[in-house]
């Protein structure tokens, strides 16, 4: 599966953004689409990941009641809604898919098989 992720930009602090990621060659009807971000100097981290069949969902503590992951069926889309958006968010965005994941396994980067470009979010102060 190839993910194309898009909707990144400048943003001032407690501005909003959406995220995309798209699929394409296959659907996600049987995949964990997870987003991670990367700041400059620093290991990429979990941001946020659903399960696109059951629409589970986890965020990280970071950005819990400030971000929030949806899906779209039609679109064959996973989105990050961004609110409240803090400098310290500023980071490349990456979306990331993988196969039969477990809820623990959600926030762990190497069990990402297919990951999209990133875009790249900024916010200042």
């Known amino acids: 599966v190839q993910l194309q992720a898009s909707g990144g930009g400048l943003v001032q602090a407690g501005g909003s953004l959406r995220l995309s990621c798209a699929a394409s060659?296959?659907?996600?009807?049987?995949?964990?689409v997870g987003w991670f971000r990367q700041a400059p100097g620093k290991e990429r981290e979990f941001v946020a990941a659903?399960?696109?069949?059951?629409?589970?969902?986890r965020h990280a503590d970071s950005v819990k009641g400030r971000f929030s992951i949806s899906r779209d069926n039609a679109k064959n889309t996973v989105y990050l809604q961004m609110s409240s958006l803090k400098p310290e968010d500023t980071a490349v965005y990456y979306c990331?898919?993988?196969?039969?994941?477990?809820?623990?396994?959600?926030?762990?980067?190497?069990?990402?098989?297919?990951w999209g470009q990133g875009t790249q979010v900024t916010v200042s102060s």
């Open positions: 990331a898919a993988a196969q039969g994941l477990i809820y623990s396994d959600y926030d762990k980067r190497s069990r990402y098989d297919y």
């Open positions: 659903i399960r696109w069949s059951s629409g589970s969902t």
């Open positions: 060659g296959r659907t996600f009807s049987s995949y964990t």
